[in-house]
């Protein structure tokens, strides 16, 4: 079981992911990676605001230091085939994934589960309170290492 979270340009219909990251319950198989928004062709817009009060990125960092989509594309792909993986805004994240593999010409091979399907019925609600009261860091593999974390306690009745 995995966790994934994005990181976007902005939360506009044109929106695509700038960054990447997932980790296992236990938080020790980790990936993270900005994605390059030039390698995927006409990924163009940018929200400032994003950029200086929520994840701090900047475009050309992203540009930079960002890998390419279709190398992303591979590392996302190989998780989704063996794997459940989980997203705390799944249908949120599902756009930003479907846009990554968009822009390889590919769909993604599986769809990202709620997170509250990673603990027992009976503790979803522990887990909606907890999920209401904590800080995001918004830098993806920081945000599912804590998601990760929130739902180990929740399942241990913490």
């Not at 390419?68 to 805004?89: G, I, R, Y």
Request: glycine residues 4%; negative net charge; proline residues 6%.
């Amino acid at each position: 079981m995995f966790i994934i979270d994005f990181e976007a340009s902005s939360l506009a219909a044109l929106s695509y992911p700038i960054e990447v990251a997932w980790c296992d319950l236990q938080g020790v198989r980790t990936y993270s990676t900005l994605i390059n928004p030039d390698s995927a062709g006409g990924w163009d817009d940018w929200d400032s605001y994003a950029e200086t009060q929520i994840h701090g990125l900047t475009r050309e960092r992203c540009c930079q230091e960002g890998a390419n989509v279709l190398t992303v594309v591979q590392e996302v792909e190989e998780l989704l085939l063996n794997n459940p993986v989980f997203s705390d805004a799944h249908w949120q994240d599902q756009q930003w994934l479907e846009r990554l593999f968009e822009a390889v010409g590919k769909r993604p091979p599986a769809k990202l589960m709620p997170l509250d399907q990673a603990v027992p019925p009976d503790k979803r609600f522990d887990l909606a309170v907890r999920l209401a009261t904590p800080a995001r860091p918004h830098r993806a593999l920081a945000d599912c290492q804590l998601l990760a974390q929130i739902v180990r306690e929740v399942r241990a009745g913490a």
